[in-house]
C-alpha cells in the first residue's frame, strides 16, 4: 500500500529579525533596566536561546508608572476620542502588515503552530485594536453616561499562551477608554510584546502611553503593588490572581481577573458526531490546551460515549505533532519544562488514580518540550484530572445520561469559565445554556472569538469581561452596566 504523507511546510523565519538583547519599553524608547543584567528567552521547539531580555525591579517599575502617570494627565487623557482612535487604527494597520513577521515570531518563541498564530492570534489580535479604535469617539453612547473618564494608568500582567492576543485584550480598550498602560508580558514569551513596542513607536503613539516591562513573576507583582496604578488587569492562574486580590484589597485600584478554567464540553446523542468530533479535537488540542477555556472536560451521553471515543481516537492518531513553524502541523510544543513537568505529573496522576490512558502514537521530536495528544477514559468526578486545570493536550471523558445530570456533572467544579453543547435541538440548547455556570457558551461550535463578544468566568474563572461593550466598563470610573 503505498502511503500519502505531507512534504514538509516551513515557514521562513528570515522575516524576524531578531536583536541579541532588548531593553525596556519606557517613554516611547528602550532604555536599560536600572539593575542591569537580564534573563534569556527560548526556543519551545529547540530549546535554543532566541535573545536575551531586561528584567525590571521596583525602580523600573516606578519609572514606567510615573512615565505613564505624566503622559496619561499631560497627553492622552485630554485627547479627543476621535483622535486616540487613529492610534489604535493606525496600530491594528501596522499589527496587519507586519502580521508575518508576528506569527512567525509567536511560534518561535510561544512553540505554537504556525497556522494558529497565522490565522488566530494575530488576525484577533489586529482585530480588538480595529475594534476598539471604533469605541473610542462613541464612549458617550456606551450607556456609561456623559462623558465617561478613564482611570489613569492601568497595570497589565499577561501569561504566556496567547502573548500577543492577550496583550491586545488588554491594551486597546484601555487606549480607547483613554487609559495609560504599563504592561508585563509573561517571563517565556516576552518578544511579540516587544516587537509590539516597536509598533507602536512606528505608529508615533505619545511617549509613555504604552509602556512595556520584561521580568518574571517577581515584576508582575512590583507592578500590581506599586500606589500610583488606577487599574489591575490580570490574565493567568487562578493561585497568581488570588495573589493579587489579596495584594490590591483595601485600596482604591479597580481589577479584573482572567483565571482558570475546566469547561465541559458536552455532546449529546443527537449531535452531528463528525462536526463534534471536530469540535473536541479544536476544543482541547488547539493550542497544546494552553488554553484557560479548553473543552478539558468532555461529557458524552452515555449511549454514543464508546462511538464518540472510538472516532476521536481515530482522528487523534491524524494530528500532525511537530515543528512550529511547519505550516502542516496541528500540535506544537509545550511552552516550557516547567509547563511539561506539571502535565505529566498530572497524566501520571490520572493513571494512578485508575483512569485509563491513551495517547496518539505519534513520534515526539527529541530536542524540545513535547507531549503527546491523550484522552483519558473511566475518569470519576472527584480525580484531579477531571478537577484540576492541566493547561496541555490532556483530555478527560465523562459520561452521563441525561441533561440534566450533564448540567450538574459540567457545573461540578470551581470554575466557571466556558462550555460547549453539541446537539441538534435548539430548545435544548438554551435549556443547557441557561442552568450552565459558565462565562461563554459555544453551541456546536468551539473556541470562537470575537472582540465583540464579552469574555470572563464565573466562580474562580474570575471577575470582569474582557471584549464587547462589557469589557470597556473595566476602565472607566463609576460605569455601570
Ligand atoms: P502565572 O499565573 O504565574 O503567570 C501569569 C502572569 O503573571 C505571568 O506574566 C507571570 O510572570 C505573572 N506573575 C507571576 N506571579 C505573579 C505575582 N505574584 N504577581 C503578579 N504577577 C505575577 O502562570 P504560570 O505561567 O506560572 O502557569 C502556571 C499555571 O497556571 C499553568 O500550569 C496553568 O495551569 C495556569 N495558567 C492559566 C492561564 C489561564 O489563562 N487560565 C494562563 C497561564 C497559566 P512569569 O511568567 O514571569 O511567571
Given at each position: 500500500m503505498p502511503t500519502f504523507d505531507y512534504a514538509p511546510a516551513p515557514e521562513s523565519r528570515a522575516v524576524v529579525t531578531l536583536q541579541p538583547s532588548y531593553g525596556l519599553f519606557i517613554g516611547g524608547e528602550f532604555v536599560e533596566p536600572v539593575a542591569g543584567g537580564g534573563m534569556t528567552t527560548i526556543e519551545p521547539a529547540t530549546e535554543k536561546?532566541?535573545?536575551?531580555?531586561?528584567?525590571?525591579?521596583?525602580?523600573?517599575?516606578?519609572?514606567?508608572?510615573?512615565?505613564?502617570?505624566?503622559?496619561h494627565q499631560r497627553i492622552w487623557s485630554r485627547m479627543p476620542g476621535a483622535e486616540r482612535a487613529k492610534y489604535l487604527y493606525?496600530?491594528?494597520?501596522?499589527?496587519?502588515?507586519?502580521?508575518?513577521?508576528?506569527?512567525?515570531?509567536?511560534?518561535?518563541?510561544?512553540?505554537?503552530?504556525?497556522?494558529?498564530?497565522?490565522?488566530?492570534?494575530?488576525?484577533?489580535?489586529?482585530?480588538?485594536?480595529?475594534?476598539?479604535?471604533?469605541?473610542?469617539?462613541?464612549?458617550?453612547?456606551?450607556?456609561?453616561g456623559p462623558n465617561p473618564a478613564p482611570l489613569g494608568v492601568a497595570a497589565q500582567v499577561i501569561p504566556w499562551n496567547f502573548p500577543l492576543l492577550m496583550l491586545a485584550w488588554k491594551v486597546a480598550p484601555a487606549l480607547a477608554t483613554g487609559n495609560t498602560v504599563v504592561l508585563k508580558p509573561a517571563e517565556t514569551t516576552p518578544l511579540t510584546a516587544l516587537l509590539f513596542a516597536?509598533?507602536?513607536?512606528?505608529?508615533?503613539?505619545?511617549?509613555?502611553?504604552?509602556?512595556?516591562?520584561?521580568?518574571?513573576?517577581?515584576?508582575?507583582?512590583?507592578?500590581?503593588?506599586?500606589p500610583d496604578v488606577d487599574k489591575v488587569a490580570f490574565t493567568g492562574s487562578t493561585e497568581v490572581g488570588r495573589q493579587i486580590a489579596t495584594a490590591v484589597a483595601g485600596t482604591r485600584k479597580k481589577v479584573?481577573?482572567?483565571?482558570?478554567?475546566?469547561?465541559?464540553?458536552?455532546?449529546?446523542?443527537?449531535?452531528?458526531?463528525?462536526?463534534?468530533?471536530?469540535?473536541i479535537v479544536n476544543g482541547i488540542y488547539f493550542n497544546q490546551g494552553h488554553v484557560c477555556c479548553a473543552g478539558s472536560r468532555l461529557l458524552v451521553q452515555e449511549s454514543v460515549a464508546e462511538e464518540v471515543i472510538a472516532r476521536l481516537q481515530?482522528?487523534?492518531?491524524?494530528?500532525?505533532?511537530?515543528?512550529?513553524?511547519?505550516?502542516?502541523?496541528?500540535?506544537?510544543?509545550?511552552?516550557?519544562?516547567?509547563?511539561?513537568?506539571?502535565?505529566?505529573?498530572?497524566?501520571?496522576?490520572?493513571e494512578a488514580e485508575g483512569a485509563t490512558r491513551w495517547s496518539a502514537p505519534c513520534p515526539l521530536p527529541r530536542k524540545g518540550f513535547w507531549f503527546a495528544p491523550t484522552v483519558f477514559t473511566g475518569?470519576?468526578?472527584?480525580?484531579?484530572?477531571?478537577?484540576?486545570?492541566?493547561?496541555?493536550?490532556?483530555?478527560?471523558v465523562l459520561t452521563f445520561r441525561t441533561p440534566s445530570e450533564a448540567v450538574a456533572r459540567a457545573n461540578n467544579t470551581p470554575y466557571g469559565l466556558s462550555a460547549g453543547i453539541w446537539t441538534e435541538k435548539g430548545s435544548r440548547i438554551l435549556w443547557m445554556a441557561d442552568r450552565l455556570r459558565a462565562g461563554v457558551v459555544w453551541a456546536n461550535t468551539f473556541n470562537r472569538f470575537d472582540p465583540a463578544s464579552p469574555f470572563g468566568g464565573y466562580k474562580e474563572s474570575g471577575y470582569g469581561r474582557e471584549g464587547g461593550r462589557h469589557g470597556l466598563a473595566g476602565y472607566l470610573k463609576e460605569a455601570g452596566l
Open positions: 536561546v532566541l535573545a536575551e531580555v531586561a528584567v525590571a525591579d521596583e525602580r523600573d517599575v516606578d519609572l514606567a508608572v510615573r512615565t505613564a502617570r505624566r503622559a493606525r496600530i491594528a494597520r501596522i499589527m496587519q502588515e507586519r502580521s508575518r513577521e508576528l506569527a512567525v515570531l509567536e511560534s518561535l518563541d510561544n512553540g505554537k503552530p504556525i497556522k494558529e498564530s497565522r490565522d488566530v492570534d494575530v488576525p484577533l489580535a489586529a482585530a480588538h485594536f480595529f475594534y476598539h479604535a471604533g469605541w473610542a469617539d462613541k464612549l458617550d453612547w456606551a450607556g456609561f516597536e509598533i507602536c513607536a512606528q505608529a508615533d503613539l505619545p511617549p509613555g502611553v504604552v509602556n512595556i516591562l520584561t521580568g518574571a513573576g517577581a515584576t508582575g507583582a512590583a507592578l500590581v503593588a506599586h479584573t481577573l482572567e483565571l482558570g478554567g475546566k469547561a465541559a464540553n458536552i455532546v449529546f446523542d443527537d449531535a452531528p458526531i463528525d462536526q463534534a468530533i471536530e469540535g481515530a482522528r487523534m492518531t491524524t494530528l500532525r505533532v511537530g515543528d512550529p513553524l511547519d505550516k502542516n502541523t496541528d500540535v506544537g510544543a509545550i511552552n516550557s519544562q516547567e509547563q511539561l513537568t506539571r502535565i505529566t505529573a498530572l497524566a501520571e496522576a490520572g475518569v470519576a468526578p472527584a480525580h484531579r484530572i477531571a478537577r484540576e486545570e492541566v493547561f496541555g493536550p490532556v483530555l478527560s
